[in-house]
């Protein structure tokens, strides 16, 4: 890998934890909504700084490019972060159920008193 590679690698990390870092503050990211995004910089930072560890790494899990190793990793990294917002989704979706059914029995009660 380039060392100019390297340097770009670094300066996009940088650049998503500014970017992850200035949404938190405007409170437009949570702070555990922005934790894989900041792995993700930290991996970007990992692999720029450490190359042969993840050359090695692919051609050890069997792998025949570093390249292809780098790809299924992402993969399965938008996969689980796919899952956690499905969950996530699911559990808004039975409160707003709930709130939609509270809400609902609060009205009937009041048209009932008036």
């Known amino acids: 890998m380039s060392v100019l590679l390297r340097v770009e690698m670094i300066v996009l990390a ?8 200035k949404m938190v503050n405007k409170n437009a990211f949570s702070l555990r909504r922005s934790a894989p995004w900041l792995i993700v910089g930290l991996g970007i930072i990992f692999i720029a700084l450490f190359p042969d560890v993840v050359s090695l790494a692919a051609h050890q899990l069997g792998f025949a490019l570093t390249m292809n190793f780098l790809l299924f990793v ?3 990294f938008v996969f689980v972060l796919e899952l956690m ?6 559990k808004k979706d039975q409160q707003i159920k709930v709130l939609i059914q509270e809400v609902s029995l609060l009205k009937k009660e009041v048209e009932k008193n008036d």
């Not at 940088?14 to 870092?21: K, T």
């Not at 917002?85 to 699911?90: E, M």
């Open 74 to 76: 992402g993969l399965v």
């Open 14 to 21: 940088l650049a998503i934890f500014y970017y992850i870092v």
């Open 85 to 90: 917002k499905t969950s996530s989704d699911t």
